[in-house]
């Protein structure tokens, strides 16, 4: 069985059926708040398989994952996923949603990793510039790593770029290293 294949499919249900009630946007917070859960309480996505807990105690437990109060929308899909005991497949279909909702809406997520704390002003800034080059919007996260030393590295999408002192300082020592196997 391919849960790839699965979990798109219902994924690709979920996004028409919140386009056509015109609730997607909605849906998809709901979504990000159930991702945030799964990731966040291990148990969460063991519990969805085990065969102790009824079909209703599975819903509740997942509509509080999503934020207590959900679209009728995402509750009638809960309970589709539940009837068909499909709920081993539920964290594919929402991150599949998740990504099929970007890709509608053009949204490019982005990272900013910095040695210190960054103002938000700063991170309004980058995020309002890569809006205006790359069209659509722009969803950040920041994070703060000692390690990288200064600079920065900033990841949008597939793009990376480091310019960290870390990684500066990286590259001159491999320089070095080569430079000197050269001479022995």
Avoid: C, H
């Avoid at 979990?7 to 945030?36: H, I, P």
């Avoid at 990504?99 to 938000?120: H, N």
Wanted: proline fraction near 2%; charge should be positive; avoid cysteine.
């Amino acid at each position: 069985m391919n849960t790839g294949a699965i979990s798109m499919r219902y994924a690709r249900a979920l996004l028409m059926f919140a386009n056509e009630a015109g609730v997607a946007a909605k849906v998809y917070q709901e979504s990000l708040t159930l991702r945030k859960s799964f990731r966040q309480v291990a148990e969460l996505r063991r519990a969805m398989e085990l065969p102790v807990m009824t079909r209703a105690q599975k819903f509740s437990v997942l509509v509080q994952a999503a934020g207590g109060e959900i679209t009728k929308q995402l509750q009638k899909f809960l309970e589709l996923v539940l009837d068909e005991k499909r709920e081993k497949f539920l964290v594919g279909i929402n991150q599949a949603f998740i990504d099929l909702y970007r890709k509608q809406e053009k949204i490019r997520v982005g990272k900013l990793t910095t040695a210190v704390p960054i103002a938000p002003e700063e991170v309004e800034r980058i995020r309002q510039m890569v809006v205006k080059n790359a069209g659509g919007t722009a969803e950040f996260t920041t994070k703060v790593d000692p390690s990288i030393e200064g600079g920065f590295i900033f990841e949008i999408n597939t793009y990376r770029l480091n310019a960290s002192v870390a990684d500066q300082m990286r590259r001159i020592k491999q320089q070095f290293i080569g430079k000197n196997r050269r001479i022995v």
